[in-house]
T-cell receptor, first 114, second 115 residues
Framework: DSGVTQTPKHLITATGQRVTLRCSPRSGDLSVYWYQQSLDQGLQFLIQYYNGEERAKGNILERFSAQQFPDLHSELNLSSLELGDSALYFC?????????????FGPGTRLTVL | AQTVTQSQPEMSVQEAETVTLSCTYDTSESDYYLFWYKQPPSRQMILVIRQEAYKQQNATENRFSVNFQKAAKSFSLKISDSQLGDAAMYFCAYRSAYGYSTLTFGKGTMLLVSP
């Protein structure tokens, strides 16, 4: 158990809908990262937050957004969902967000878009 | 941009034997970190081992060790005394030492362990 929690574990929804994925980092970690794992694209970095502020952006679609709240939990919002958004979404956390940090991953949320 | 290549989509090993998973990376940077993550059927991403580029000594964690060849940009993972529980997808990942960079992953190697 990495100490990172994600809810829900599974999510099934329809095209065009909007969903919210939630992540709670390890105790004391200030930085949160979101990754998408799909069969065709592999593991891709989406976005990073540090202490409530956006730090880095990767291959995140405009239909996707995220935020980190004062209690440091983070939410990833996916809207206008398409079949291709079906994937495993991971959250990871690290103490400070700088390069020496090791990222610890949550168990993931499996999103299925029908 | 950095890239990470794992050229072995699948590897097989018998219990108690040793197996080596390959990883190469491309970067123009001199300082960085390399990682191996394990993803078992539960899909959880578990950190196996970490290597800092400026440290010449190869990292080891119990039965797991790496062969880090900086000039060749190679970072292989050796698993000794393989166990059934080692069966998983293994991902090699790169992280720059500069700024707030994030992980770049390879495509992964599926390790099969037979009794």
């Amino acid at each position: 158990d990495s100490g990172v929690t994600q809810t829900p574990k599974h999510l099934i929804t329809a095209t065009g809908q909007r969903v919210t994925l939630r992540c709670s980092p390890r105790s004391g970690d200030l930085s949160v990262y979101w990754y998408q794992q799909s069969l065709d694209q592999g593991l891709q970095f989406l976005i990073q937050y540090y202490n409530g502020e956006e730090r880095a952006k990767g291959n995140i679609l405009e239909r996707f957004s995220a935020q980190q709240f004062p209690d440091l939990h983070s939410e990833l919002n996916l809207s206008s969902l398409e079949l291709g958004d079906s994937a495993l979404y991971f959250c990871a956390s690290s103490p400070r967000g700088g390069s020496p940090d090791t990222q610890y991953f949550g168990p993931g949320t499996r999103l299925t878009v029908l | 941009a950095q890239t990470v290549t794992q050229s072995q989509p699948e590897m097989s090993v018998q219990e108690a034997e040793t197996v080596t998973l390959s990883c190469t990376y491309d970067t123009s940077e001199s300082d960085y970190y390399l990682f191996w993550y394990k993803q078992p059927p539960s899909r959880q991403m578990i950190l196996v081992i970490r290597q800092e580029a400026y440290k010449q000594q190869n990292a080891t964690e119990n039965r797991f060790s790496v062969n880090f060849q900086k000039a060749a940009k190679s970072f292989s993972l050796k698993i000794s005394d393989s166990q059934l529980g080692d069966a998983a997808m293994y991902f090699c990942a790169y992280r720059s030492a500069y700024g707030y960079s994030t992980l770049t992953f390879g495509k992964g190697t599926m390790l099969l362990v037979s009794p």
